[in-house]
């Protein structure tokens, strides 16, 4: 059979286009984040992250937001790494795979799958009615815990899983029991995994804005403790946009979304690195 094209020929186009594809990706994402920091950098000020917003946010400062957005992302991951990290050691270290586990796993893959305006309705009845937590920090974070959770314990199962065998039949010909096995040699071994998939929930909860609005409110006020209100920084860069309060603030707000989220991200990697050379 005659050939149409050289194979060598085939190898250098093939390999120009996957070039192509992903100098596509890249320019999208170095278009958006210039965009943005071209567009949000000068509201920059020390006014801006340090004061309060002032006439609904068309001037002032966004740092009750930024105290907002911190204490309802610290609350989601103090509930939701405990649960994810345990149950991700019980499904792999402490039972056999069977109908339970695999029942767990899709239930986990499900509620990965709503929509996070359900899960803010959720958290609404349950939270601010049921519980009458009223519209507050403690309400926004546990939703956000409910909608981390699936990532959470998906990176920390793989992550654990990726732990060889052998390190484990070494911790029990050694006397070791299942829990000194875990803690001693597993958890260590996966901790990158581990850190990886909290941060990148971290990362998730910043950005967050239907589970957020209907359970944390979108007050302009610092919050004091975690019963009061509080308006994240996305959901006030939602309110600036979606009402045309403001499209310098919006943009400025967005520009610290951007840095914020790059920063996790950078951090993240770093940390994850660091750990493996420590541990390797």
Known sequence: MKRLIHPDLAQRLIKAL????????????????????????????????????????RSGGIFPFIVSTVFLSAVALVVATPLGVGTAIYLTEYTRENRLTRIIRFAAECLAGVPSIILGLF????FVLYLKLGWSVLSG???????????????????????????????????????????RVVLPGALPGIVTGVMLSFGRCIGETAAVIFTAGSSLMTPATMLDSGRTLAVHFYILA??????????????????????????????????VRRFS
């Open 242 to 275: 979606r009402e045309g309060i403001s499209a310098e603030m919006a943009y400025g707000t967005a520009a610290v979304l951007m840095i914020a989220i790059l920063a996790i991200n950078v951090s993240a990697y770093w940390l994850m690195h660091r750990i």
């Open 141 to 183: 974070g546990l939703t956000l815990a409910i909608m981390v959770l699936p990532t959470i314990i998906r990176t920390s199962e793989e992550a654990i899983l990726a732990v060889p065998r052998a390190q484990r039949e070494v911790s029990f010909s050694l006397g070791g029991t299942r829990w000194q096995t875990v803690t």
């Open 123 to 126: 958290g609404f009845v349950s």
């Open 18 to 57: 996957l070039v192509l594809l992903t100098a596509l990706t890249l320019s999208v994402l170095i278009f958006i984040i210039g965009y943005l920091l071209l567009k949000g950098l000068p509201v920059f000020s020390a006014r801006f992250f340090t004061g309060h917003a002032i006439d609904m946010g």
